[in-house]
Nanobody, 116 residues
Framework: QVQLVESGGGLVQPGGSLRLSCAAS????????MGWYRQAPGKQRDLVAT???????NYADSVKGRFTITRDNAVNTVYLQMNSLKPEDTAVYYC??????????WGQGTQVTVSS
């Protein structure tokens, strides 16, 4: 089992920045990759960014060049640095972890609101 706890959401003005954190605990040695997803009201949950245990990253086209995913293995934490935020980035952001072929562990979510 893997437990994930997100933090760092909030209200920010367009063009601003936020950094989300996701602390993992439990069977962390089994984690192959971690990622961030987001879900806006009335929409499906979409991939934002992922990072493997080897450090390979992947980003949704909508956030490339603005968001950066990193991991600190010493503290079992994954970060999502979000710059140049836009109103359309408003969503609940979820941290996820995968041991097998799919993301089966999820955090509780953290709200990000981009508004003036």
């Amino acid at each position: 089992q893997v437990q994930l706890v997100e933090s760092g959401g909030g209200l920010v003005q367009p063009g601003g920045s936020l950094r989300l954190s996701c602390a993992a605990s439990g069977s962390i040695f089994s984690i192959y990759a971690m990622g961030w997803y987001r879900q806006a009201p009335g929409k499906q949950r979409d991939l934002v960014a992922t990072i493997t245990s080897g450090g390979s990253t992947n980003y949704a086209d909508s956030v490339k060049g603005r968001f950066t995913i990193t991991r600190d293995n010493a503290v079992n934490t994954v970060y999502l640095q979000m710059n140049s935020l836009k109103p359309e980035d408003t969503a609940v952001y979820y941290c996820a972890a995968r041991i097998g072929p799919t993301y089966q562990y999820w955090g509780q979510g953290t709200q990000v609101t981009v508004s003036s």
